[in-house]
C-alpha cells in the first residue's frame, strides 16, 4: 500500500467544484505535486510547490495543503477533465518520493 | 522544446533482459535528475530508479534492486534502464520523467516521455 493515500474515484457535475484529496504523514514537512493522466496518455502536471501551475495548466486548477492532507480543486470542472488523477511527494523516511493510488475523477 | 523519447521496450521471456533508453533534447540534459516510472497494466504509478544529473547517485526501488540499473550519458543525452531476471510482475509501461524543483518548493516531474510496454511473458 502507498505511503499516500487516495479516494479510489471521484465524481462532479460539469461545471461543479470538486476536491482531490492525498493524505499521508510526509505531507506535513514536504508539498504534494499533481498529475493528470488521460487514457492511453502519459501523466501531466498540473500543481506542484504550494500551489503552482505550469505553463498552459488552465488557472480552473489549484492546490492547497493543511495538516496531513494535499488537496486538488478543480472550480468549475470541464469534461476534458476527466481523467485520473496522482498525487506525489516524498515518503515518510523524506528521502525518496512516493506516488499516491491515484483518483479517477468521472464529470458528470 | 523539451523532448523525452523512450524506446526498447517489447516482449521478454521471463527472466530475461532489456534495456531501454530515454532519449532528452530541449533541455540541458547533464544539468537534470532524471526517473523512471512504471505504470502496469490497469494500476497506478510506481517508482522504479532515479539517477543524479552526473549520474554519481542513483536510487532503486525494492521491487526491482538488485536486477534493475540505471545509467546516462551525458554526452549523448540519453538515459538508460538496464533491466534483468524479469518477472511478470514487471510488465508496465515505462516512462522517463525529468526531476524540476528544489528542497523549498519540492521536487517534481515536469517533462515525461510518451512511454515504452514492456511484456514479460513465455
Known amino acids: 500500500s502507498s505511503e499516500l493515500t487516495q479516494d479510489p474515484a471521484v465524481s462532479v457535475a460539469l461545471g461543479q467544484t470538486v476536491r482531490i484529496t492525498c493524505q499521508g504523514d510526509s505531507l506535513r514537512s514536504y508539498y504534494a505535486s499533481w498529475y493528470q493522466q488521460k487514457p492511453g496518455q502519459a501523466p501531466v502536471l498540473v500543481i506542484y510547490?504550494?500551489?503552482n501551475r505550469p505553463s498552459g495548466i488552465p488557472d480552473r486548477f489549484s492546490g492547497s495543503s493543511s495538516g496531513n492532507t494535499a488537496s486538488l480543486t478543480i472550480t468549475g470542472a470541464q469534461a476534458e477533465d476527466e481523467a485520473d488523477y496522482y498525487c506525489n511527494s516524498r515518503d515518510s523516511s523524506g528521502n525518496h518520493g512516493v506516488f499516491g493510488g491515484g483518483t479517477k475523477l468521472t464529470v458528470l | 522544446e523539451v523532448q523525452l523519447v523512450e524506446s526498447g521496450g517489447g516482449l521478454v521471456q521471463p527472466g530475461g533482459s532489456l534495456r531501454l533508453s530515454c532519449a532528452a533534447s530541449g533541455f540541458t540534459f547533464s544539468s537534470y535528475a532524471m526517473h523512471w516510472v512504471r505504470q502496469a497494466p490497469g494500476k497506478g504509478l510506481e517508482y522504479v530508479s532515479a539517477?543524479?544529473?552526473?549520474?554519481?547517485?542513483?536510487y532503486y526501488a525494492n521491487s526491482v534492486k538488485g536486477r534493475f540499473t540505471i545509467s546516462r550519458d551525458n554526452s549523448k543525452n540519453t538515459l538508460y534502464l538496464q533491466m534483468g531476471s524479469l518477472r511478470a510482475e514487471d510488465m508496465a509501461v515505462y516512462y522517463c520523467?525529468?526531476?524540476?524543483?528544489?528542497?523549498?518548493?519540492?521536487?517534481?516531474?515536469?517533462?515525461w516521455g510518451q512511454g515504452t510496454l514492456v511484456t514479460v511473458s513465455s
Open positions: 520523467a525529468r526531476v524540476s524543483g528544489n528542497y523549498d518548493i519540492g521536487y517534481y516531474f515536469d517533462y
Open positions: 539517477i543524479s544529473s552526473n549520474g554519481g547517485s542513483t
Open positions: 510547490g504550494k500551489n
